[in-house]
Every structure is written in C-alpha cells, then in structure tokens.
C-alpha cells in the first residue's frame, strides 16, 4: 500500500518562497498522478493541482501562477513552490496519489505551513 | 469553475440512524465523484470513487449515488467511528473543486 509523507519547513516569512516535498514508499511514482491540495485552519480543501510522473502539470489559476511543481522520478519525491507567499497562505498542505481518474485514493499525513514574520 | 454545494453543513445523529448528505454540482459532471471521510488532526480517507464505487476496505454501511448533478452519500447505520466531516470532490473538469464539508456529529 503506497505512503505518502510530506516534509518542509512549518513556518515561512510574508513574500517568501514556501517548499514541500512529497516523499512516496509502497510503490512507484511512475505511472500516476500526485496532486498538493491545502486546507486552511477550520476551513476546507482548495486543489492546489497535480504533476504527472512525466513531469507535466495543472494548476489551479486561483494561486495565480505562483506555484511550481517538479518530480524526481529516482528518488520516488515530488515537490511545491508557492512564491510570494501571504498569511492567505497559511494551511495544512497534503500530497495526495491521484489515482485512475485524480480521485485522491491515498493521502499524506499533511504538515501545518505558517506565513508569519 | 464548478461550484460544489453540500448540504446539510452539518448535523446531528445517533448510532444506528440513517444518515444521508447531499452534494450538488453547478453543472454537470458525469458521475466524476469523489466522497472523503475527514477526523479531527487527520488527512482525508477516500471513500467512494465514480459517485458510488466503494473504495477498497471501506464498511459496506457507506453508499453513494446519483450522476449529473445530484449525488449522495449514506451511511445505512451510523457507526461510532463514523462521527467526523464529509467532503464531495468533482473530478469532471479543471480545477478540481470540493464541496464545503458535512460535519456528522453526536446527538
């Protein structure tokens, strides 16, 4: 059964660069979808968007090209760049599988991101 | 975007009892439906796939249905374990949109 861990700094200063990267044992990332998907204290999930183990992307047009994703196939990891990080930003951030259809069947534990001075 | 709308927000329910929660999209989105089940301090667990498609080791009390529009989540017979909030998310189109989430909580 595949196991996602997310992993980075929980605190990030206002119009810093906030970095995660998604670490997955129990299997391989080639061949899937991993998505990064937010949820703010007490509120609900925002899809933040998904890299292909090609490397290609979607993201959502609400984080107004601010964030990047990479993939490093070798070291079965995947990673997010939110640039210009605000205090609008501070969220629990997950990594998710995106299964056959981007159905999100297994999910990191997720890790509290701050944007504090 | 599509717009997810559940309902209720939240409600209260007792073990044993029939709970049903609706989410409605605002257009139509095939049957590209996920159901997650969320505890307090957790991640999500995905329960349902394809609007009614029961995800491998989930409890059989748990259901889905409905295609277009319209879908629903039961529980038959609520289960202690079961108290927590529900999300709806649509995977018909980009981006990817959840609903707000149904609180189940202890009457």
């Known amino acids: 059964q595949v196991q996602l861990q997310e992993s980075g700094p929980g605190l990030v200063k206002p119009s810093e660069t906030l970095s995660l990267t998604c670490s997955v044992s129990?299997?391989?990332?080639?061949?899937?979808?991993w998505s990064w998907i937010r949820q703010p204290p007490g509120k609900g999930l925002e899809w933040i968007g998904y890299i292909f183990y090609t490397g290609s992307t979607n993201y959502n047009p609400s984080l107004r090209s601010r964030a990047t994703f990479s993939v490093d196939t070798s070291n079965n990891q995947f990673s997010l760049k939110l640039r210009s990080v605000t205090a609008a930003d501070t969220a629990v951030y997950y990594c998710?599988?995106?299964?056959?259809?981007?159905?999100?069947?297994?999910w990191g534990q997720g890790t509290l991101v701050t944007v504090s001075s | 975007d599509i717009q997810m709308t559940q309902s209720p927000s939240s409600l209260s329910a007792s073990v044993g009892d029939r709970v049903t929660i609706t989410c409605r999209a605002s257009?139509?989105?095939?049957?590209?439906l996920a159901w997650f089940q969320q505890k307090p301090g957790k991640a999500p667990k995905s329960l349902i796939y394809s609007a009614s498609s029961l995800q491998s080791g989930v409890p059989s009390r748990f259901s889905g249905s409905g295609s277009g529009t319209d879908f629903t989540l039961t529980i038959s017979s609520l289960q202690p374990e079961d108290f927590a909030t529900y999300y709806c998310?649509?995977?018909?189109?980009?981006?990817?949109?959840f609903g707000g989430g149904t609180k189940v909580e202890i009457k």
């Open positions: 129990g299997g391989s990332i080639s061949g899937d979808y």
């Open positions: 998710a599988r995106g299964g056959n259809y981007l159905e999100h069947d297994s």
């Open positions: 998310q649509q995977y018909n189109s980009y981006p990817l949109t």
């Open positions: 257009q139509g989105i095939n049957n590209y």
